[in-house]
């Protein structure tokens, strides 16, 4: 059911016209907090409403692809590796478990589900996805990434700060991206 939000947070049903210049009957009882999933049209354009909280997009799949942030190595997901409670000193990632031990290069860091950046507007190029940002591990391509590492972004009232644009997740470690590695055939 659509409805007419005023300015100052009243819910009112839809006018008579899109442009009369009566607004509706104000509907009693109704709240004006947007929901996920909420549309909101702004004079034709239409957004959709996402809450932080909904999981739709971010389910992950057996065959999901995992990468150790420090390093760029990708691989399925795998228990081995964890390193114990007193050696996380720098923890880098978002809980998944904290700093692992790459098997290929045997470097320490963040170990983090792979998920493809979906939001086409923040891309710069239509370049492959070969980079991921630290700590969340969006993936988009290079030009991208370095493109989203250089733009801070206001942070409070006096800080500015680079974030991933896909999730608003604040960029760790210089350049806050890295390069992914991929295992192939071997030959």
């Known amino acids: 059911m659509w409805r007419e939000i005023s300015v100052c947070g009243n819910v009112y049903t839809l006018r008579e016209t899109r442009s ?31 809450t932080a909280e909904a999981t739709r997009s971010h389910s992950l799949e057996e065959r999901q692809p995992w990468a150790y942030l420090t390093c760029g190595h990708v691989h399925g997901r795998h228990d081995w590796g964890q390193k114990p409670e007193h050696c996380r000193e720098h923890e880098g990632g978002p809980s998944t478990g904290g700093r692992r031990e790459c098997p290929l290069c045997r470097s320490l860091g963040p170990y983090v589900p792979l998920w493809l950046g979906c939001e086409p507007a923040f891309y710069v190029d239509a370049g ?36 991933c644009p896909f999730c608003s997740t604040p960029l760790t470690g210089t350049p806050g991206f890295t390069r992914l590695i991929f295992q192939g055939p071997v030959d």
């Open 20 to 50: 009369g210049p009566i607004r509706g009957q104000l509907a009693q009882g109704e709240s004006s907090a947007l929901q996920d999933g909420s549309l909101v049209d702004l004079c034709g354009a239409t957004l959709l409403w996402r």
């Open 128 to 163: 492959a996805p070969t980079h991921a940002f630290v700590p969340c591990g969006h993936v988009c391509s290079e030009r991208t990434a370095k493109y989203w590492a250089e733009t801070s972004l206001p942070h409070g009232t006096h800080a500015f700060q680079p974030i």
